[in-house]
């Protein structure tokens, strides 16, 4: 006699069949020297800011949450592999030791340039892109970021609690830029993903993993801010976003693509300003309504 089964546990057995098993993020952040965070979308995401830099643009020191921050974000593929990209903030004689070691670690480097101008240091961004082992990979990135001077420590990380203000009248510019930022290290940050699903080599490409339009404030005194970040943009809204930037002050400091093979192709453009807070936002409020932009 044949045993029977509500059809809802053997559709559950099926489905737990199917699924795959999370990586040990905690080993991954121990082969990486430094622990993350799981967000939305299933992304363990990682912060390297390189608070070991003092770099200055127009007499402005720029925070690291401003335009100094590293970061790498994994996402889970399958049982044994994982999908990692992320955005590293090198100094020029970094450059080479650590896409040496990247190469070595079989991660590309999909990207190479700069995001600001005047900078005193310079610092170049390097994008990065790597598929299999997680915890290899973590290793490999390590040994890449060894080659340069970006902290890698969980130590003081919990130390003390981030603030969660700042000297800026952040309801203007949610209200202004019709999206609602958080503060982060001294920071205002709004991010605001594109209305169409972008993808990177078949995979879904979520806003933590780079895809979203980054707007970052900095206050520089008197209702001043510094405004750095970058839009994310198809081919037919680069001249008319740059137009809008331009219009309004705003310097346009790089154009460039992070990935190699994106649907739809994207460009991102860098921006740069310190100026009056009202008139920034209406700058870059100009330049979001030539963008085709999520709902918030």
């Not at 903030?89 to 990247?102: D, F, S």
């Not at 993903?193 to 980054?214: F, T």
Request: aromatic share 4%; proline share 5%; charged share 20%.
């Amino acid at each position: 006699m044949h045993a029977k089964f509500p059809i809802g546990a053997i559709l559950l057995a099926i489905f737990l069949g199917q699924a795959h098993a999370e990586p040990d993020w905690t080993a991954v952040g121990k082969a990486l020297g430094k622990s993350g965070t799981l967000v939305s979308g299933g992304i363990y995401r990682v912060g390297l800011p390189r608070s070991d830099l003092k770099v200055v643009l127009d007499g402005v020191e720029l925070k690291p949450a401003l335009a100094l921050g590293s970061w790498l974000a994994f996402r889970s593929m399958n049982d044994s592999e994982v999908t990692v990209m992320g955005d590293l903030v090198l100094t020029p004689p970094e450059v080479n030791p650590v896409m040496m070691k990247l190469i070595k670690g079989d991660i590309e480097i999909t990207a190479l340039h700069n995001h600001l101008l005047r900078s005193d240091p310079a610092t170049v961004y390097m994008h990065v892109l790597g598929r299999g082992d997680p915890v290899k990979l973590a290793a490999s990135l390590h040994d890449a970021l060894e080659e340069s001077r970006t902290p890698l420590s969980d130590a003081g990380a919990n130390a003390a609690s981030p603030s969660t203000s700042v000297d800026l009248d952040t309801a203007l510019i949610d209200q202004t830029l019709g999206h609602k930022g958080k503060v982060n290290g001294g920071v205002y940050q709004v991010s605001i993903p594109r209305a169409e699903k972008i993808s990177e080599g078949g995979m879904d490409l979520p806003e933590a993993m780079g895809s979203a339009n980054s707007i970052n404030f900095q206050p520089t005194g008197n209702s001043r801010a510094a405004v750095t970040g970058d839009f994310v943009l198809i081919a037919t809204e680069v001249g008319p976003v740059q137009r809008a930037l331009r219009e309004n002050g705003i310097d346009v400091t790089a154009l460039h693509n992070h990935m190699l093979d994106d649907k739809p192709h994207l460009f991102f453009m860098h921006f740069w300003a310190n100026d009056d807070v009202t008139k920034l936002t209406h700058g870059l409020r100009a330049a979001l309504d030539r963008i085709h932009l999520a709902k918030d």
